[in-house]
Every structure is written in structure tokens, then in C-alpha cells.
């Protein structure tokens, strides 16, 4: 776990007990990066069946705290967490984890690669399997599952011959699955970046954090994604994603989702995010929130210490400035 992460949110229970929805069944690759989190993992954890269920679970207060995915490196980025973040509920990003992530394809012991004719997984990690399902079960068809460890507890209790699943190794030992292939995962670098969700309370800056938006224009037209950059561009501020997603109101309507390097109590930040809600028909703040990687916790101190240094000077100058005269 951060060091540097801290809970965040306004429930009265107290720290130990936090309750942390997350997409189940136990098994998933959400469980797996939830339990590196110590805090969260501390308290009471809240299976669910979809990731529309964990966050609805946090934004009506039956848990304090939703646990989901919100991008792979592979697949890019988890549209149902998205689009129920920007569009569903008020639910602020209170930190990110990182998870590298192996897929394998597994079966009731006893099945052969060969045998294999349908395949249940998550649709997203069926996405970072393409090219091993196209070479090495290209006659299989691949069926939707609400998640992988549910892919591999249904076939854990099925006897349908030639049933397999692509999910965790922990769903294999889980449910009584034998490992048919290891690491079917396209890419070597695969991982995915989750994030905690609350329902109030923005994390205090770290000196290495992370700030995300949904931008609404007013309406479609010449530069305006243009000027909106603009705004970046202009103080120098680094966006770390940007998409578009569609606005639910009409086709062609969009909205920009943007990730940018940076805290809301930076006055850089805020003064942008002041001129960009002046400007736009809708601002969604998503949340300022320690950014991950392993380079993270030390990067927080360096800042914090050089904050510390510059302080002291300033504190110093102060010292030295001669009273007003009266």
C-alpha cells in the first residue's frame, strides 16, 4: 500500500470498519488489488455483481467506499465505471492503485487446449486476449461474464464438456480449476489502474497528485476543443489522458474526460479549472487525488521537503521586512 494514502471519507464508522464495495465474485483482479490496500482491506468488503452495483452501493451510502476499475493498458478504459462517473453519481476519486495483470485459460481438471469450445470471461479481459484466442482457439466462441472469477466459478459447477475461462490464477485454486495456458495475456506490460470512489472529502495535496474532469461543451462547434486545451497549454499543465465519451443526449453530442498532472489546491490548477467552468455549459470534478507508481511515495517526499525549504526562506524574508509606519 501508499504510505502516503489516506482514507477519505465522512462515515461516522470508525477506521478499521470502512465498508468497500467491489466487483465479485472473490477471486477478480479488483479483490486481488483492493487487498493491497490496508486500510480498505482492514474493514469490510463488499462483493457485488456488477461495477454499476459497487458504485451505486457507494453513492447511496451502503458502503462508504467503491473499489473499480477505470483503465487497462491494453483495452484503454473501463466504459461502465466512466460513463457511471460522469453521468450517475457524485462519488469524488479518492486514490489509484496499479496492478499488473496475467490472464490464464482455465478448465475442470482433466480438459485439454484442444477439447476447448467455449470460453467465459469479462469482456474486457477477453479484449487483452484477442490474439491468443485467434491462434490457439480459433474455433471457440468467447461468451460475456459479469466478471473472471465469475467466469471461473461457473465453470467450476458446470459439467459441460469443453468449457474454459480466462481469469486469475487465485479463480483457478478458488474454484478447483486446472491451468491450461499461463499468461495469455497479449501484451507482457498489461496492467490495470483502479481507483478508490467516495462520497465526499477531496485527499489533501501530496506534491504528486492527479486531477480528473469531464468537460461539457455548449455546444459543438469550430476550436472549442482547441480552446479548451488551451487553458492547459497556456500555464503549462501536462494531461496525462483525454478521450471522449458520448453525452447520452444526441448523436454526435460529446463530452472530453481529461487527467491532468497536478491538485485542485494548486493555485495553477484552480485558477484553470475557474476559467474552464466560466467557459463551458459543465464542469464535472472527479477528483484531486495522490497519483500511483512506484516512484510515487518518494517523489511525495522530495516535494514535501522541498516545500518545507522554501517555507523556512520565505518565513525568513518575512523576518526581515521593516514595520508599516503609522
Not at 465469475?150 to 464438456?161: L, Q
Not at 469531464?214 to 476543443?225: K, M, T
Not at 522541498?306 to 520565505?314: E, L, T
Request: aromatic share 4%; glycine share 8%.
Amino acid at each position: 500500500m501508499d504510505p502516503d494514502a489516506r482514507p477519505a471519507t465522512g462515515a461516522s464508522r470508525s477506521r478499521n470498519r470502512l465498508r468497500t464495495s467491489f466487483l465479485g465474485p472473490a477471486g477478480t483482479f479488483t479483490e486481488e488489488a483492493l487487498l493491497t490496500q490496508g486500510d480498505l482491506a482492514a474493514g469490510e468488503l463488499v462483493p457485488t455483481a456488477s461495477l454499476a452495483e459497487a458504485l451505486a452501493a457507494a453513492g447511496d451510502g451502503r458502503t462508504d467506499m467503491a473499489f473499480v476499475p477505470i483503465e487497462n493498458s491494453i483495452e484503454g478504459s473501463v466504459n461502465a465505471t466512466l460513463d457511471s462517473l460522469v453521468f450517475d453519481h457524485d462519488l469524488l476519486i479518492q486514490r489509484e492503485v496499479i496492478l499488473d495483470i496475467h490472464l490464464h485459460l482455465m478448465a475442470r481438471p482433466g480438459t485439454a487446449v484442444a477439447d476447448v469450445r467455449k470460453v467465459l470471461t469479462f469482456p474486457e479481459a477477453a479484449g487483452q486476449c484477442r490474439r491468443y484466442l485467434s491462434r490457439s482457439l480459433p474455433g471457440a466462441t468467447v461468451q460475456a461474464a459479469s466478471s473472471t472469477s465469475d467466469a471461473a466459478r461457473h465453470v467450476g459447477g458446470s459439467r459441460t464438456a469443453g468449457l474454459a475461462a480466462i481469469a486469475p490464477a487465485l479463480s483457478a485454486k478458488l474454484y478447483g480449476l486446472a491451468v491450461l495456458d499461463s499468461s495469455i495475456e497479449d501484451h507482457p506490460d498489461n496492467q490495470t489502474r483502479f481507483v478508490v470512489v467516495a462520497r465526499d472529502r477531496i485527499p489533501a495535496r501530496t506534491g504528486h497528485d492527479r486531477t480528473s474532469i469531464a468537460c461539457f461543451q455548449h455546444r459543438d462547434r469550430p476550436g472549442s476543443l482547441h480552446s479548451i486545451l488551451g487553458q492547459f497549454s497556456a500555464r503549462g499543465i501536462n494531461l496525462t489522458r483525454l478521450e471522449s465519451r458520448p453525452t447520452k443526449r444526441a448523436l454526435g453530442d460529446y463530452c472530453f474526460i481529461i487527467d491532468l498532472e497536478g491538485h485542485v489546491s494548486d493555485e495553477v490548477v484552480a485558477d484553470c479549472l475557474r476559467d474552464l467552468h466560466a467557459q463551458l455549459a459543465d464542469l464535472k470534478f472527479l477528483g484531486s487525488y495522490p497519483a500511483a507508481g512506484d516512484q510515487g511515495p518518494a517523489r511525495r517526499r522530495r516535494v514535501q521537503a522541498s516545500w518545507r525549504q522554501a517555507d523556512s526562506w520565505i518565513r525568513s524574508l518575512h523576518a526581515k521586512v521593516q514595520p508599516e509606519r503609522r
